[in-house]
């Protein structure tokens, strides 16, 4: 039996299902696990590099990150970001032994994708250009996506976001109209996430599209996914990439892949209401 000793930093991460997706996991396997949660959301002073180091030195198996710290973790992991997620300047788990950077959101965006849409993206509208847009954005490429048009109320970040990728960066006042364009929408904000609420696209613009995805899980019926849906859009939930998230991550700690028609089900039994 082997022992993962591992946990979570973010903003506001009571409402996160990780722990108890890994320990469905380590079950499976017959590995006893400890997770300690981080919540950054009321430590206005908190130190990302001065808290990883603390817990490598106490000998975790690894941490996961989620909003607003992925890019710092990715500063962090340095050269030791995994070759295929290196130019992503992003990384959601960060393992000690051996010491590398992740990206789960990419990976599992690729497999959660692959496993919901039968269709490649086409043209895509994407709200958000932070640490999870870093993932989607690059992984939207390699789908075959004709065109990613990406805002933010960062118009900087939007803009260094599409020189490293190749998408395509638009002010905010042109997001109507890629929106109406588009075949696909993409919520990469912390907008409809519990407890910020709200939406980043006017229910009056989704109409026509293919498809939407939320990166949101918690709720999974986000407004914006309940409009998509009104709309008649085939949906990609937060949760659907949480799924599939959460099986890369497991395999990041402990360097065993969970066998996805096993675990699927499983893992399904945490759904948010």
């Not at 300690?36 to 808290?51: A, K, M, R």
Request: aromatic share 8%; hydrophobic share 45%; charged share 20%.
């Amino acid at each position: 039996m082997t022992h993962l000793v591992c946990g979570l930093i973010g903003d506001n991460i009571a409402n996160s299902r990780l722990s108890r997706a890994l320990a469905i996991m380590c079950a499976d396997h017959g590995w006893t696990f400890d997770f300690t949660p981080i919540d950054t959301s009321d430590v206005p002073d908190f130190d990302f590099p001065q808290t990883v180091d603390r817990l490598r030195a106490e000998g975790w198996t690894g941490v996961t990150v989620t909003h607003p710290w992925k890019t710092q973790a990715a500063d962090w992991a340095g050269d030791a970001m995994l070759a295929d997620v290196r130019d992503l300047g992003a990384s959601n788990t960060l393992t000690f032994a051996p010491l590398a950077g992740h990206n789960t959101d990419y990976t599992g965006f690729l497999a959660a994708y692959r496993n919901v849409m039968r269709t490649p993206p086409g043209r895509v509208a994407l709200a958000g250009a932070g640490g999870v847009a870093r993932a989607i954005v690059p992984a939207l490429l390699t789908l075959g996506a004709t065109d990613v048009a990406i805002w933010d109320k960062d118009a900087d970040r939007a803009a260094t976001l599409a020189r490293r990728t190749g998408a395509r960066a638009i002010p905010a006042g042109e997001a109507p109209a890629a929106i109406r364009a588009a075949d696909g929408l993409i919520n990469c904000t912390p907008m409809g996430m519990a407890p910020y609420g709200g939406t980043a696209f006017d229910a009056a613009l989704i109409d026509g599209q293919a498809w939407a995805f939320d990166a949101v899980y918690t709720p999974t019926d986000t407004p914006f996914l309940l409009a998509a849906k009104s709309a008649g859009l085939a949906l990609l939930t937060g949760f659907d990439l949480f799924r599939f998230m959460a099986m890369e991550s497991f395999a990041a700690y402990t360097g065993v892949t969970p066998d996805a028609a096993r675990t699927l089900p499983q893992l399904d039994l945490l759904r948010p209401e």
